[in-house]
């Protein structure tokens, strides 16, 4: 089955700075979601996004469905950003595999 | 508009009990996905459900898990004689309908096994 890697595992910031998160997948996708997992352990909807660029705010993303990554941008972070980013991709089956994560700490 | 609502939230039981999670999906979508997050780990499909029907339940456990999605009330996950390792956060998801939809997620139910 598909697998999905993310990187980098880890990644700690200074308030304000910019940040690219890194998501591969190993097979064509009919879709790909990212997520931000909050320190309560909500599970919040960023993007759906099989191809192509969106922006919602300060966090944008991309996805280049033939070279088989997406990345997410944060810009601006703020300590509200922390938490565990996750990728998570759709390819034959009806499934998501979601990658590790990237565990995202912002300090002030 | 509600979104997809799990109950309960947090649920404890001892060694050897049953726990029942129930997952209400979003209005108007009839597809339902379980999966589980173990601590310091990402999230692992489960079983996908449609109205009384199991459609996938590759990634359940042979024995002592359940799932099912009756035609009228909530997605219900079953699992029978808990041990410790059964302790994990339970995520369920639902869709309109095929995988060009996005799936979205409730707020899982945090299952402790004392």
């Known amino acids: 089955g598909i697998q999905v890697e993310q990187s980098p595992p880890d990644l700690i910031l200074q308030e304000g700075a910019n940040s690219t998160l890194r998501c591969n997948f190993s097979?064509?996708?009919?879709?790909l979601q990212w997520f931000h997992q909050n320190p309560w352990g909500q599970l919040i909807n960023l993007f759906y996004?099989?191809?192509g660029t969106k922006q919602n705010g300060r966090l944008s993303a991309t996805t280049v469905a033939t070279e088989r990554y997406s990345l997410l941008y944060i810009s601006s972070s703020q300590t509200t950003d922390s938490g565990v980013y996750f990728c998570a991709a759709q390819g034959g089956s009806e499934k998501l595999v979601f990658g590790k994560g990237t565990k995202l700490t912002v300090n002030p | 508009n509600a979104g997809v609502m799990q109950n309960p939230r947090h649920l404890v039981r001892r060694r050897g009990q049953e726990a029942r999670l129930r997952c209400s999906p979003m209005k108007g979508h009839s597809h339902v996905y379980w999966y589980r997050q173990l601590p310091e780990e990402g999230l692992k499909f489960m079983v996908y459900?449609?109205?009384?029907?199991?459609?996938?339940e590759s990634g359940m456990p042979k024995e002592r898990f359940s799932a099912e999605f009756p035609k009228e009330g909530p997605s219900i996950l079953r699992i029978q004689q808990v041990v410790r390792g059964d302790s994990a956060a339970y995520f369920c998801a639902s869709s309109p309908g095929s995988n060009l939809q996005p799936q979205h997620f409730g707020d899982g139910t945090r299952l402790s096994i004392l």
């Open positions: 459900l449609q109205k009384e029907n199991i459609i996938d």
């Open positions: 996004i099989p191809s």
């Open positions: 097979d064509s996708v009919n879709n």
